[in-house]
């Protein structure tokens, strides 16, 4: 089957986009974060067979370092092991290059055989493997006041120092982690990140990067770690509850031998990605 790959207009193709996402699975992950689903994207694009029926559908989004990002790949499953997921990455992996950009990366769960098998089809190795970790964040009794158990790092200096010794980013092969995004760390998104308080420390020497969805409003608090400290997960889950957040998403490299750390700080692995594998392939 031939695959007609279009752009998706939010508004209008949103009922087909939701109907393939729960054919894959009543509870698949963008149907909980929609507006983040189209947010974080550049560019929705949907799949549809030589009869206008949508069949497919992903996202790509060019990240900081002019990298593009595909994710949310997801065919009917009634159709697949036809041809149509290679077509429809492949049409991604192209319109990235048509946007001038050279990297396009995707992550997926290590046991996903099809992913595997398909990605280097469309030119794509693993780069690294990573775990993702979840907590739920203890509610607060509607009066408590918590103390910041943190400080954001103001210095550029220190920032670029700190990551350039991390051996946490090293083992994710020097890719920085945003929400379920990926990338190459640049000079602009450290300033970024720093401006944005996004870079912070607690004073058993644990230090991080962390992501909102959407500040105030959201669920996840997302980290990456960039030193450990024996009180980093206590930390993490307090400053969750100050910027009232109810779960915290901890991405890991995949040899962090901290499971049982986290289990007792009452974190467990991601339902859907306990390993995952970030992909990577030439665009052109
Ligand atoms: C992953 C997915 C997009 C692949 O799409 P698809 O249309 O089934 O894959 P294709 O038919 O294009 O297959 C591409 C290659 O992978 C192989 N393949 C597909 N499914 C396979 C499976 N379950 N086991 C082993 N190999 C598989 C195909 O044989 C083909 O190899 P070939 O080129 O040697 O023939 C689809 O299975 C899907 O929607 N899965 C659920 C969501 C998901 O996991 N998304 C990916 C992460 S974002």
Not at 21 to 47: G, I, K
Not at 75 to 102: K, M, N, Y
Not at 121 to 132: D, E, I, L, Y
Not at 138 to 157: D, F, G, I, K
Request: net charge positive.
């Amino acid at each position: 089957m031939a695959l007609k790959v279009r752009p998706a207009v939010q508004g209008t193709d949103d009922a087909a986009l939701r109907a393939l996402c729960r054919a894959h699975d009543p509870d698949d992950y963008p149907l909980r974060y929609w507006r983040w689903f189209w947010q974080t994207a550049t560019e929705v694009l949907l799949a549809t067979d030589g009869s206008g029926t949508p069949v497919g559908l992903c996202r790509r989004t060019t990240l900081p370092d002019r990298s593009s990002w595909i994710a949310t790949i997801r065919i009917h499953p009634q159709l697949r092991g036809q041809g149509l997921g290679r077509q429809l990455t492949a049409a991604a992996v192209e319109r990235s290059h048509d946007d001038g950009l050279t990297t396009a990366r995707l992550l997926t769960s290590t046991g996903n055989i099809a992913t595997a098998t398909m990605l280097p089809r469309v030119g794509m190795h693993v780069r690294t493997n990573v775990a993702v970790w979840h907590a739920q964040v203890p509610a607060l009794p509607p009066q408590a006041s918590l103390q910041e158990p943190s400080r954001p790092l103001e210095s550029l200096q220190e920032a670029t120092r700190l990551l350039g010794t991390s051996s946490w980013i090293q083992r994710s092969s020097g890719l920085v982690a945003g929400w379920y995004v990926m990338h190459e760390p640049t000079g602009p998104w450290l300033q970024r990140m720093i401006e944005g308080r996004a870079l912070r420390q607690e004073e058993g020497g644990g230090a991080w990067f962390e992501w909102e969805l959407d500040r105030g409003r959201g669920q996840v608090l997302a980290v990456q770690p960039v030193q450990w400290g024996s009180r980093l997960l206590q930390v993490l889950l307090r400053r969750a509850q100050l910027v009232r957040q109810q779960e915290v998403h901890l991405f890991l490299p995949a040899d962090h031998h901290r499971a049982l750390a986290l289990e007792g700080a009452g974190f467990h692995p991601s339902p859907w990605a306990n390993i995952g594998a970030i992909y990577q392939g030439r665009t052109g």
